[in-house]
């Protein structure tokens, strides 16, 4: 059974030459607070701090808060790709991260080579590899370019094939940021039920993004990010009209809405 447990998360990243008073003066104020340091008497952000929630099969978790506030972050905690200083991270299921368009694709590899390299990833048989490619070269429509470099594709280019590729395994666990909800219109009335069709197929979801609708109608708990910390967390309608001072103005039709599983909201709050 899928599951998301963080318990009293930290995360920080050491500020390199950050001994200089000068520097380290710009930075105080810069980082409003969120200055510390470590046990080598290193200067450092404390991008996360005390982060505690657990999400079960059936929740759809939307992250909210303004830039740096530690959103993408938390997402590549939970993806493995950023360690805890302190705290633990445990994530039961397969899990894909839609992060970055060229997230594990090999520049000097053809887009061909870079779909079998995913599947082998997989572990996929040839049968599902073959099914993948299939799957990948009929949404990028790259034509004759699936078997050329892909350091020769245009940036366009580069993002259907790694749009496709990030989308065509389903897991238990997807964390997704915002950049994937991004794009010009003709791509996303293309790309926008492929996205929701992971949403749907997948146990757990942990979304981060700015768009209140989209957090509104496809995730049933929200928490509000503010400075690396937990602000907010609960029902989505209350947090987001905490987090924006206003209700959310739904526009599209419920029927848009993903089936979901409601579980109760599970995440530590700060006490001050």
């Known amino acids: 059974m899928s599951r998301i447990e963080v318990e009293n998360v930290c995360v920080d990243f050491p500020l390199y030459h950050g001994n200089a008073r000068s520097l380290k003066k710009s930075f105080m104020s ?6 510390g ?9 404390q991008a996360l701090r005390d982060i505690d929630f657990h999400l079960s099969p059936g929740d759809r978790l939307g992250l909210v808060g303004s830039n740096g ?6 997402l590549r905690t939970l993806a493995g790709i950023y360690e805890p200083v302190r705290g633990r991270v445990r994530v039961r299921g397969t899990l894909n991260a839609l992060l970055d368009p060229q997230l594990g694709m090999k520049p000097d590899l053809t887009g ?7 599947g082998l990833y997989y572990g996929l048989t040839r049968r599902q590899i073959r099914a993948l490619e299939d799957d990948v070269q009929n949404f990028a429509e790259l034509g004759q370019f ?12 580069v993002i259907r094939l790694g749009f496709g590729l990030a ?13 994937f909800l991004a794009g010009d219109a003709n791509f996303m009335a293309k790309a926008r039920g492929r996205i929701e069709t992971m949403v749907r197929g997948a146990e757990i979801l942990v979304l981060s993004s700015h768009q209140m ?13 503010d400075q690396g910390r937990i602000r907010a967390a609960g029902e989505p309608f209350a947090v987001l009209e905490q987090y924006t001072g206003k209700p959310v103005v739904m526009t599209a039709p419920e029927d848009a809405r993903p089936q979901l599983i409601v579980a109760p909201v599970t995440a ?5």
């Open 112 to 118: 061909r080579e870079n779909i079998l390299l995913r």
């Open 268 to 272: 530590k709050l700060p006490t001050s």
């Open 146 to 157: 699936m078997d050329l470099p892909v350091r020769i594709y245009s940036s366009g280019m």
């Open 167 to 179: 989308t065509a395994i389903h897991p238990q666990v997807l964390l997704m940021d915002e950049w």
């Open 213 to 225: 609708e989209t957090v509104a109608l496809w995730c049933n708990k929200v928490i509000w990010m």
């Open 30 to 35: 810069a980082a409003a607070g969120r200055l």
């Open 69 to 74: 506030a530690g959103k993408t972050t938390l």
């Open 37 to 45: 340091q470590d046990t080598q008497k290193r200067i450092v952000v």
